[in-house]
């Protein structure tokens, strides 16, 4: 679909429809990312096109409610489009290959199981021998948070180069604890 088209069918006339406009462009650029992200996740191409689709719509809507301070994209498009697809996903009670489903398969072995939960230990482990601060870095930038290295870094009070080395070695020794 067009991207004045896109905006056009959001009814967004005035603000997304111009040649010149930002959201225009916007799309124009980061549209193609977006549904490759989305293709990536596992969908068919007519299921990326619609979310992307939805993605836009939403954050024209957002940024016209003055709910967006800041619009970083691709970024900001593909996080929301993620979203979208998990969402999309979760009511039909899907998964995303190498996402842990939310209860255990009963078809999955109990030996798979233990193993699985054997791993999940293992890595609390290493992660308690980190340093506070290597911890706090990780947990800022993979946990729920979902910063970015340069954010996390300044919340710490490391330099970006200095959080991101913390943050190397520290996926370093999971994944060697992991390969055990």
């Given at each position: 679909?067009?991207?004045t088209?896109?905006?056009?069918?959001?009814?967004?006339v005035g603000v997304?429809?111009t040649?010149?406009?930002?959201?225009n462009?916007?799309?124009?650029k980061?549209?193609?990312r977006?549904?490759v992200?989305l293709l990536a996740?596992?969908?068919d191409l007519?299921?990326?096109?619609?979310?992307?689709q939805e993605?836009?719509i939403?954050?024209i809507?957002?940024?016209?409610?003055?709910?967006?301070?800041?619009?970083?994209?691709?970024g900001?498009a593909?996080?929301?489009a993620?979203?979208l697809?998990l969402?999309?996903?979760?009511r039909?009670?899907?998964?995303?290959?190498?996402?842990?489903?939310e209860?255990?398969?009963?078809?999955?072995g109990?030996d798979d199981?233990?193993?699985g939960?054997?791993d999940?230990a293992?890595?609390?482990?290493v992660l308690?021998?980190a340093?506070p601060?290597?911890?706090?870095?990780?947990?800022l930038?993979?946990?729920p948070?979902?910063?970015?290295?340069r954010?996390?870094a300044a919340?710490?009070?490391?330099?970006?180069q200095?959080?991101r080395?913390?943050?190397c070695?520290l996926?370093?020794q999971?994944?060697q604890?992991?390969?055990?």
């Amino acid at each position: 679909m067009s991207v004045t088209r896109l905006a056009t069918s959001a009814g967004f006339v005035g603000v997304a429809t111009t040649p010149d406009s930002a959201w225009n462009a916007r799309i124009t650029k980061h549209h193609r990312r977006v549904v490759v992200s989305l293709l990536a996740l596992g969908l068919d191409l007519e299921q990326a096109q619609e979310l992307a689709q939805e993605t836009w719509i939403l954050l024209i809507e957002r940024e016209r409610e003055g709910r967006l301070e800041r619009i970083k994209l691709p970024g900001l498009a593909l996080r929301q489009a993620r979203y979208l697809a998990l969402e999309a996903r979760r009511r039909r009670r899907e998964v995303l290959p190498g996402e842990m489903p939310e209860t255990p398969d009963p078809a999955a072995g109990v030996d798979d199981v233990v193993a699985g939960r054997r791993d999940v230990a293992r890595a609390r482990g290493v992660l308690a021998t980190a340093s506070p601060r290597a911890r706090e870095v990780f947990s800022l930038v993979y946990g729920p948070r979902n910063a970015s290295h340069r954010e996390a870094a300044a919340e710490v009070g490391l330099s970006l180069q200095r959080a991101r080395q913390m943050l190397c070695e520290l996926r370093a020794q999971l994944r060697q604890e992991l390969k055990r």
